[in-house]
């Protein structure tokens, strides 16, 4: 007996904005998925004409243009809220996002951020975090957790010599400035969705002019911390969500 296909509801599919060209990412990263989410918010909330995104060098999403369908500049290694400060200034209507990993945000690029935090500006920006440099050679970065092999750290992370790892969105929710700050994982599907809604709290945080938003999300690197994909999963589950809990640390609707 065949199928009858006539009366049949397509209930999920490929998002309008996420273009059928292949992605750049390495097998079990999440960086894909993620920027499944970032497609479905822009379009559930209906800005796909009025949102441009900013990218940084490397991994951390610098593919993304070839693979979003909307408005995208690939900005100087950290430099990615300073042009769009810019962006934002000279269109004030526009939904500007920026997409930057842990070493584009947390290293060379901290007083960039820092500084568009203190000024309070409307925009978003999703911090992409697999705790390692995924694509110059799997180097420490600001959020390596301790004890953590790396090619610079080969014994481990150690305080002595290399610090504590660093937490984005509770430092951003310690200023004035920021309306809304959150950490998500995508690693199960009850957490994509938590991290889609997150997604869209910012979006309309920065929408209705309230302040800025920021949304970090945990990914998976397979190559950098010489797992399998599966086993990645574990270990966000095990390693990875004991140093960075998940939630939401500021969320308001008024910034005086």
């Known amino acids: 007996m065949k199928n009858d296909l006539t009366n049949m509801e397509k209930v999920t599919g490929r998002p309008k904005l ?4 292949l992605g750049m990412y390495c097998p079990g990263c999440h960086y894909g998925i993620i920027g499944r989410i970032i497609c479905e918010v822009v379009e559930e909330l209906g800005v796909e004409g009025k949102t441009i995104g900013l990218s940084g ?14 408005d995208w500049t690939s900005c100087p290694h950290g430099r990615a809220p300073a042009m769009a400060t810019a962006i934002k200034r000279i269109h004030p209507d ?3 996002v920026t997409v930057q990993g842990d070493g584009d ?6 007083g960039c951020f820092m500084n568009a935090l203190v000024r309070g500006e409307k925009l978003t920006t999703i911090f992409l975090n697999n705790a390692v440099y995924g694509t110059t050679g ?6 390596t957790l301790l004890g953590m092999k790396t090619t610079t750290t080969p014994i481990g992370r150690e305080i002595k010599t290399s610090g504590y790892p660093l937490h ?8 004035k400035g920021v309306a809304y700050a959150a950490r998500w994982t995508v690693h199960t599907p009850a957490n994509f969705q938590k991290a ?21 999300f945990i990914s998976a690197c397979p190559p950098g911390w010489k797992l399998k994909p599966l086993e990645c999963l574990d270990f966000i589950s095990e390693r990875m969500l004991e140093e960075y809990p998940l939630g939401e640390f500021k969320n308001v609707d008024k910034i005086d």
């Open 196 to 216: 889609k809604k997150s997604l869209k709290i910012a979006f309309q945080k920065q929408i209705d002019g309230i302040g800025y938003g920021i949304v970090e």
């Open 57 to 70: 060098v490397g991994c951390s999403f610098g593919g993304a243009p070839m693979t979003i369908d909307f």
């Open 138 to 143: 799997g180097q420490m970065a600001p959020t």
């Open 18 to 21: 996420r273009l059928p060209t």
């Open 94 to 96: 526009a939904v500007v």
């Open 168 to 175: 984005v969105p509770e430092l951003a929710a310690t200023m």
């Open 105 to 110: 945000l947390g290293a060379i690029g901290l």
